[in-house]
């Protein structure tokens, strides 16, 4: 696969997909040193049992390994879409990962389900559009931003929901009516209950739609090893 470092606009901004969807899993920054994906843990694919679509917001491998194989899994489990990211080769040069026809692509896309607009990207900071905070503590810094021009702009349209990803931290906030929410990391997840750097069980999200009302729920995978029930957080925003 060609690697690249600059995008062209309609590279980036992927434009419109859409799906029959009203239950929506995400992840993101698995990091996979495999391939074909079976490092994985299997407790995201029970996570997933039931979900219409799977959303990965990128960061599946690690360097120029982009173990895209982890796509073909998780299609065991429900019909798969994925964005586009930035990563480092082993030459210490940046490069953007390739897109794969209609289930990756973009660096930020948009997909239409149950009414609603969701805005899917690895890192709200980077091109394309405007750079949108989120610090390490997981919420993204929206004090002062006119927050629908500016996820307007970074998608190429209206969103209702914005997925993100790349802090490796859990979280849902409401800004503007906009439904901001990052699904963690399955594999390297951070914040309350997690030692930052070690591999152990994290946490994905599931997104529900019903009624024009989007509502998030962050699933810690440990439950599901444990036989225990998910833990949840959940925040809402109407359809505009």
């Known amino acids: 696969m060609a690697q690249q470092s ?6 980036a901004i992927a434009g419109v997909s859409r799906v029959e969807a009203r239950r929506i899993g995400f992840l993101s920054d698995d990091h996979n040193t495999q391939q074909d994906g079976s490092d994985l843990p299997a407790e995201v694919l029970a996570a997933f049992e039931g979900v219409d679509l799977i959303v990965h917001l990128g960061h599946m491998g690690v ?3 982009f173990a895209r194989g982890v796509l073909d899994r998780l299609a065991t489990a429900a019909p798969v879409l994925a964005v586009r990211d930035q990563s480092t080769a082993k ?3 940046k490069l953007i990962t390739p897109a794969e026809g209609e289930r990756v692509k973009g660096l930020t896309r948009i997909i239409e389900a149950g009414g609603l607009g969701i805005g899917a990207v690895h890192n709200l900071s980077i091109p394309p559009g405007p750079e ?5 503590g997981g919420l993204p810094e929206l004090s002062g931003v006119r927050v629908r021009e500016v996820v307007r702009e970074k998608f190429g349209g209206p969103v209702d929901v914005v997925a993100y990803a790349s ?6 906030i409401v800004a503007d009516g906009v439904l901001f929410v ?3 990391s ?7 209950g997690y030692t930052a750097g ?3 069980l994290g946490t994905v999200g599931i997104l529900e739609i019903a009624d024009g009302i989007a509502a998030f729920e962050v699933v810690e995978l440990r439950h599901f090893a444990a036989a225990e029930p998910p833990a949840e957080q959940r925040a809402a925003v109407p359809a505009m």
Do not use: C, F, W
């Not at 949108?132 to 390490?136: C, R």
């Not at 802090?167 to 849902?172: L, S």
């Open 182 to 184: 990052n699904p963690g």
């Open 167 to 172: 802090t490796h931290r859990a979280a849902a």
């Open 63 to 65: 360097r120029d390994m």
């Open 91 to 93: 030459d210490g040069t």
């Open 132 to 136: 949108i905070v989120a610090p390490p």
């Open 186 to 192: 399955p594999t390297y997840p951070k914040g309350p």
């Open 198 to 200: 070690q591999r152990q």
């Open 6 to 11: 600059v995008l062209s606009p309609a590279e």
